[in-house]
C-alpha cells in the first residue's frame, strides 16, 4: 500500500511517498529555516506564505522521485496538528482538495504520532530523495528488523516533550510531558541568547564541542522523585543569569562553555527520565527517541548508558527523519488504516487542530 503524505505543521513543506508503511520511496522537504533565520524564529504568516508557494511543486516532486503516479497512489496521509494554525490550513486545504479530486481516502494523523513512527522507517532514498538500494545503518530497522512492544519513546521537539508508551501500534499511554518549555525551545532560545542563530540546536552542539560541560553547574530539574514530566523554564533562566553576569566580557571560549553545560543538563534530565520509565516498567524491549532533539549526539550517547544493555535502543535511521518531514507522516497513516480501513474516506474535510492530546 502506498500513501503520499503531506506535513506543514510548521515551516517545512514535505511531501513523501511511503509503502507498507516503512519503505520511503520518496521524501522531498522544502526548508525554509534561511527564511527565519533573519527573525531568530518562525513567524506564523510568513511560514503560512511560503507554504502556498512550495506546495504544488514540492508534491510533484515527490510523485516523481518515488517513480509513482496518481494511480499508484492508494491513499493520502495529512498532518492535522498540533502545530501553527495558518500553516497547518495549507496542508489539511491541500489533501482535502486532493482526496476529491482523486477520489483517495485521507487519513489524519497527529504529528507527534507522526514522530512516533519514524523508528518505523527503512530509508530507500538517498539525500536528494531518490529512490537508492538501501544499506543498513547503525540502530535503525531494516525490512526484517520492526521494533518490539512495549515501547517507550521519548519525543523531543521544539514545541512538545513527551514520554510515551507504546503498547501497541497506535496503542498510547502518556507517562510525561512538557509543564513549560520544551527542550527543542529551549535550545532555541538560548543559542539566541548566545548570538548563535537559528535553529539552535545544531548551533550550539557545535560550538559545544569545544565547551566544558562541567564549567557551570546548571540545574537539572526533576519535578519529584516519581515524576515523568519536564520543565526547562528555569534552565533557560539560569542561563540567562550568567550571560548577563558576563555582559561585555562574553568570548568564544565562555560561549562553548555555556552551550557545552546547557546541553549536558538538558541531556541528563532525559536520560534520567527514561531512566525511571526502564525502572518502573521492566517489561520494555525497546526505548526509542524521536523528534527534532533525537538528532542530538550527545543525547544518543548518554542516554545509551542509562538504558540496560538488553533494551534496544532505536533513533530515526538520518536526521532528516528526526525534524518535520511527510514520511513519518505517511508511515503512520498505514498502521492506523490498517486498524480500521473503513473509518477512512475519500472527501474528508480534515480540520486542523493545535490540540496536543493523541486521541
Known amino acids: 500500500m502506498k500513501i503520499l503524505g503531506i506535513e506543514t505543521s510548521c515551516d517545512e513543506t514535505a511531501c513523501a511517498v511511503v509503502e507498507d508503511g516503512r519503505k520511503v520511496l520518496s521524501n522531498v522537504i522544502a526548508s525554509q529555516v ?14 503560512a506564505r511560503e507554504h502556498v508557494l512550495k506546495m504544488l511543486p514540492v508534491l510533484d516532486e515527490s510523485l516523481k522521485k518515488a517513480g509513482c503516479d496518481w494511480d499508484d497512489i492508494d491513499a493520502l496521509a ?26 483517495k481516502p485521507l487519513i489524519p494523523v497527529h504529528h507527534i504520532v507522526g514522530h512516533i513512527y519514524s523508528n518505523w522507517l527503512v530509508n530507500l532514498t538517498n539525500d536528494n530523495g531518490v529512490v537508492k ?42 507517562l510525561g510531558e512538557s509543564r513549560d518549555d520544551a527542550a527543542g525551545e529551549a535550545f532555541d532560545k538560548v543559542a539566541r541568547m548566545l548570538g548563535l542563530g537559528y535553529p539552535g540546536g545544531p548551533a550550539i552542539s557545535k560550538i559545544a564541542e569545544k565547551g566544558n560541560s562541567e564549567k557551570f553547574n546548571f540545574p537539572v530539574v526533576l519535578l519529584g522523585k516519581d515524576s515523568f514530566d ?82 534496544t535502543l532505536r533513533y530515526p535511521q538520518t536526521i532528516i527523519y528526526c525534524t518535520d518531514n511527510a514520511a513519518m507522516i505517511a508511515g503512520a497513516a498505514y498502521f492506523l488504516y490498517q486498524q480500521d480501513p473503513a473509518r477512512f474516506k475519500p472527501r474528508t474535510n480534515i480540520v486542523p487542530t493545535t490540540s496536543f492530546e493523541l486521541w
Open 230 to 311: 519536564f520543565s526547562f523554564s528555569g534552565l533557560k533562566t539560569a542561563v540567562l543569569t550568567e550571560v548577563k553576569k558576563h555582559e561585555g566580557k562574553m568570548t568564544e571560549q565562555l560561549k562553548a562553555d555555556l552551550a557545552a553545560s546547557f546541553e549536558m543538563t538538558v541531556v541528563k534530565t532525559l536520560a534520567t527520565k527514561l531512566e525511571r520509565v526502564v525502572k518502573k516498567f521492566p517489561d520494555l524491549t525497546e526505548v526509542h527517541l524521536a523528534g527534532g532533539v533525537s538528532a542530538n549526539r550527545k543525547l544518543r550517547e548518554v542516554i545509551r548508558d542509562y538504558i540496560p544493555g538488553n533494551i
Open 34 to 47: 534561511d527564511i527565519h533565520s533573519k527573525t531568530g524564529g518562525v513567524v506564523p504568516e510568513v511560514a
Open 133 to 174: 538500494k538501501y544499506a543498513r545503518a547503525d540502530f535503525s530497522a531494516d525490512e526484517s528488523d520492526e521494533p518490539l512492544f512495549p515501547i517507550a519513546i521519548l519525543t523531543i521537539s521544539g514545541g512538545h516533550n513527551e514520554i510515551i508508551l507504546m503498547k501497541d501500534h497506535n496503542d498510547f499511554e502518556v
Open 78 to 103: 495529512i498532518t492535522k496538528g498540533p502545530g501553527l494554525v495558518s500553516s497547518l490550513i495549507v496542508g489539511t486545504e491541500t489533501a482535502n482538495v486532493i482526496s476529491y479530486l482523486k477520489n
